[in-house]
């Protein structure tokens, strides 16, 4: 049974700092391409950071490139996403995405950590 399990989420003041961390369990982890998404009710799920397999490859969404950086330790079995200068907008449910294609596609999501950016 594969477990993503997200943690670190929280309520910080702009320009403060949290780091998202997502333990997976139930799967070769070093299998998966690992991601980050957001969402805010109402509002469509958004990739924000993509890590290949053995981490020699990120991807962004512009509206966090420079401030968040996306991480993982295949020894732990572990994905990270440290996010800095946080802005109000970065306020949403953070998920945690495990994705293989082998002639099907495997893809699983954590349930979620909330991150509140205000004043």
């Known amino acids: 049974q594969v477990q993503l399990v997200e943690s670190g989420g929280g309520s910080v003041q702009p320009g403060g700092s949290l780091r998202l961390s997502c333990a997976a369990s139930?799967?070769?982890?070093?299998?998966?391409?690992m991601s980050w998404y957001r969402q805010v009710p109402g509002k469509e799920r958004e990739l924000v950071a993509t890590?290949?397999?053995?981490?020699?490859?990120?991807n962004y969404a512009d509206s966090v490139k420079g401030r968040f950086t996306i991480s993982r330790d295949n020894a732990k079995n572990t994905m990270y996403l440290q996010m800095n200068s946080l802005k109000p907008e970065d306020t949403a449910e953070y998920y945690c995405n495990a994705r293989l294609v082998i002639r099907s596609e495997y893809t699983y999501w954590g349930q979620g950590t909330q991150v509140t950016v205000s004043s």
């Open positions: 139930g799967l070769i982890f070093n299998d998966y391409a």
């Open positions: 890590i290949s397999r053995f981490g020699g490859s990120t």
